[in-house]
């Protein structure tokens, strides 16, 4: 399985705790870049001749900013220049204040059957404080749009002045308003970002405050229906996001577009984060790489480790042996003794238990060393 990633660099305007490459005033370069976008498509969709992606996933920066006609080109030239499966996932993420019926509509006549809507909070204040463009309101419409079909919803914990009453309000919009997978997600406060001066003041909720909020917060969604399969991604059954399913199975993935990665034949590239610069690289018909790694035998084995153990899915030895033949609990003696208090094991499957799941990064520290 694969997966084809897009990146859509724009937004109406920059959240306060945002760290992507994405650009709020920049729209002057949208047709340019998309025209770009689609050329780099054709130009990669060649190297990939006879390989099957199951995945195209929209991201950014806000896709759903940009004229929808844009997306729908994208989307069929990649069905022209890439091989997909019967049945492909096809995403967008959508900011609650970009979108319209109109958009949708064309959104599903270009064969996207998922979406993802950054709710983050429903308490409007929040919202404001985050920088966002929408309101609760805005979401609700948003959701209006989408009954029936396979949508996510974004909530995050860790938001200055955030109760417990809060988040459960939040979770409730959101599994109210038909969400079959939510995603809750802690702010990381990035430095250089506007919100890290807020955390440099003690104004956010701290690490215990951040970890209890997480515990309610798997209580609601539990109670509301939604199983944890990653440590911040819960879901109605059978309802994963097959796009990221991939990632943490260390599968093979395209990206296309300003800072998108890719990773194929153990090799990792990396575009550049310069939109003029990727703009002109594709118009003289370079490939944007910027960085270029290949990934040795012993990182493969700690990728492919890390990544299992952060799912529900952990890591199963079989198919660990399968891939790199040996046991990784050998290849690990070290740190899988250090940290075998916090693994749950059954048969051949190793998995962090659920109490210590958010506190995966230490445990899986010791995997790097
Ligand atoms: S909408 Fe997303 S990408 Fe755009 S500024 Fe906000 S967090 Fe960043």
Redesign the pocket.
């Known amino acids: 399985m694969a997966g084809i990633y897009l990146h859509i660099p724009f937004?109406?305007?920059?959240?306060r705790?945002?760290d992507?490459v994405?650009f709020?005033n920049r729209m002057d370069v949208a047709e340019a870049y998309m025209a770009c976008l689609i050329k780099e498509i054709e130009m990669r969709g060649k190297e990939f001749a006879g390989k099957t992606f199951d995945t195209v996933y929209f991201g950014?920066?806000?896709p759903s900013v940009i004229d929808p006609k844009y997306i729908y080109a994208a989307m069929r030239r990649i069905g022209e220049c890439f091989t997909l499966s019967a049945r492909p996932e096809v995403t967008i993420?959508m900011?609650p204040g970009t979108v319209s019926e109109q958009k949708i509509a064309l959104y599903k006549r270009a064969g996207i059957n998922r979406f993802s809507v950054?709710l983050q909070s429903a308490i409007d204040a929040q919202l404001a404080d985050l920088?966002?463009?929408h309101t609760v309101r805005d979401y609700l419409y948003c959701t209006s749009l989408l009954k029936g079909e396979n949508f996510s919803a974004d909530v995050m914990i860790g938001i200055r002045g955030q109760t417990q009453d809060d988040l459960q309000k939040t979770i409730a919009v959101a599994a109210g308003s038909g969400a079959k997978h939510i995603s809750m997600y802690a702010l990381t406060p990035e430095d250089g970002t506007p919100i890290y001066t807020d955390y440099l003041n003690g104004e956010l909720p701290d690490g215990d405050e951040v970890a209890a909020l997480y515990e309610f917060g798997c209580a609601r969604l539990a109670e509301a229906g939604y199983v944890r399969y990653e440590v911040s991604n819960f879901c109605q059954k059978g309802c994963e996001s097959r796009h990221n399913l991939n990632y943490w199975r260390r599968g093979e993935y395209v990206g296309l577009g300003v800072s998108a990665s890719s990773f194929f034949s153990e090799r990792r590239l990396l575009n550049t984060t310069d939109l003029d610069e990727y703009i002109k690289c594709i118009l003289s018909g370079f490939f944007p790489v910027i960085d270029c790694e290949d990934v040795g035998e012993r990182d493969a084995r700690f990728e492919y480790v890390m990544l299992g153990l952060r799912t529900v899915y952990g890591i199963s030895a079989e198919a660990y042996r399968r891939r790199f033949g040996t046991d990784w609990r050998q290849d690990f003696a070290d740190a899988y003794r250090k940290t075998r208090q916090y693994l749950a094991e059954t048969g051949d499957v190793t998995r962090i238990k659920d109490e210590f799941l958010f506190v995966q990064n230490q445990i899986l520290s010791e995997y790097a060393q």
């Open positions: 937004c109406k305007q920059k959240c705790y945002c992507f994405s709020c950014g920066g806000t993420e900011n950054g920088g966002r463009v």
